[in-house]
């Protein structure tokens, strides 16, 4: 069984900055890339950014580049998402997953429960 754990969801004044966490643990854990996706009230989800494993190659969504870093620690199993210069609509339950590096979320077979990130003004 396979879990993803996320951290450091929380309320932050617009132009704040936080960290999340993703800690992967289980028996097996095969996945080539961790993606970061967030989902806002009365919205579908959607993708915020990438990274392969492997190599560290990144990939963003245009809404987040720029103010965003995506990190991986192999040794940890675990995926950081630096996010600044934060915005109201930034505000969102942010996911965690793993599976195929992509921006698609149907690439990727393990998700975390979320973490809440609130933006206010």
């Known amino acids: 069984q396979v879990q993803l754990v996320e951290s450091g969801g929380g309320l932050v004044q617009a132009g704040g900055s936080l960290r999340l966490s993703c800690a992967a643990s289980?028996?097996?854990?095969?996945?080539?890339?961790m993606g970061w996706f967030r989902q806002a009230p009365g919205k579908e989800r959607e993708f915020v950014a990438a990274?392969?494993?492997?190599?560290?190659?990144?990939y963003y969504a245009d809404s987040v580049k720029g103010r965003s870093t995506i990190s991986r620690d192999n040794a940890k199993n675990t995926v950081y998402l630096q996010m600044d210069t934060l915005k109201p609509g930034d505000t969102a339950v942010y996911y965690c997953a793993g599976g195929s590096y992509s921006w698609s979320e149907r690439n990727y077979n393990y998700w975390g429960q979320g973490t809440q990130v609130t933006v206010s003004s």
């Open positions: 990274i392969r494993w492997s190599s560290g190659n990144t």
């Open positions: 289980g028996r097996t854990f095969s996945a080539n890339g």
